[in-house]
């Protein structure tokens, strides 16, 4: 596997060249070239959020060795998340916090018309 210290610097390219040109689209090959061999997989099917969660990771890890340990990707793009879940018989309460970074919200679409 290669170095992934610069997937941080590529991203932020991204970025900047997003930011400041009136090109629709860029090419980033050069942050595709800083992600492990099996996400660069052409033929290997993956959805957006395991792909956020793969990229959140290498950010995350190439964040903390700039920053000192600080853990910024988190700070900013990490929730907590409370489940509570009631016995009916006994009525013990069991509360399970947990962390996420990403939400699944169901979507009702409105029925078509024919």
Not at 5 to 10: A, G, W
Not at 18 to 38: A, C, E, H, Q, W
Not at 71 to 88: A, L, P, V
């Given at each position: 596997m290669k170095l992934l210290s610069s997937s941080l610097i590529q991203i932020q390219k991204i970025f900047a060249l997003l930011l400041g040109s009136l090109r629709p689209?860029?090419?980033?090959?050069?942050?595709?070239?800083?992600?492990?061999?099996?996400?660069r997989s052409t033929y290997a099917q993956q959805d957006a959020s395991e792909f956020f969660k793969v990229l959140s990771d290498i950010l995350e890890f190439d964040a903390r060795r700039v920053c000192q340990g600080e853990n910024?990707?988190?700070?900013?793009?990490?929730?907590?998340?409370?489940?509570?879940?009631k016995?009916?018989?006994?009525?013990?309460?069991?509360?399970?916090?947990?962390?996420?970074?990403?939400?699944?919200?169901?979507?009702?679409?409105?029925?078509?018309e024919p």
């Amino acid at each position: 596997m290669k170095l992934l210290s610069s997937s941080l610097i590529q991203i932020q390219k991204i970025f900047a060249l997003l930011l400041g040109s009136l090109r629709p689209y860029i090419v980033p090959k050069d942050f595709r070239n800083t992600l492990p061999d099996y996400l660069r997989s052409t033929y290997a099917q993956q959805d957006a959020s395991e792909f956020f969660k793969v990229l959140s990771d290498i950010l995350e890890f190439d964040a903390r060795r700039v920053c000192q340990g600080e853990n910024m990707f988190s700070k900013h793009f990490e929730g907590k998340i409370k489940t509570r879940i009631k016995c009916d018989d006994c009525k013990f309460i069991v509360i399970k916090e947990e962390k996420f970074t990403d939400l699944f919200i169901p979507m009702d679409l409105p029925d078509e018309e024919p």
